[in-house]
């Protein structure tokens, strides 16, 4: 019986449920900031802005994972492969 190897879809989904966050916090200081716009509160300015610096990071963190599914699947050691003669 062959047994498949790798994360499966976990790291597709892990990088999919991230863009959706990264798209969310963009949208959610858009809206802050027009808020701002229309009525000049500061706090809804430091709010956008927070929301795109958090963005920023999301942005960063999505980047890193491009190696994850490489990183999630087991390597075979020469020991492992003795042993299962």
Do not use: F, Q
């Amino acid at each position: 019986m062959t047994s498949t190897r790798g994360p499966g879809p976990v790291a597709a989904a892990h990088r999919i449920l991230i863009a959706a966050a990264l798209l969310c916090g963009l949208a959610y200081a858009a809206w802050e900031l027009a808020g701002y716009r229309e009525t000049g509160e500061p706090g809804a300015a430091a709010r956008g802005v927070l929301a795109i610096t958090v963005s920023a990071v999301i942005a960063l963190y999505l980047r890193s994972l491009r190696g994850l599914g490489a990183k999630l699947t087991p390597r075979d050691e020469p020991s492992a492969s003795r042993r299962d003669r």
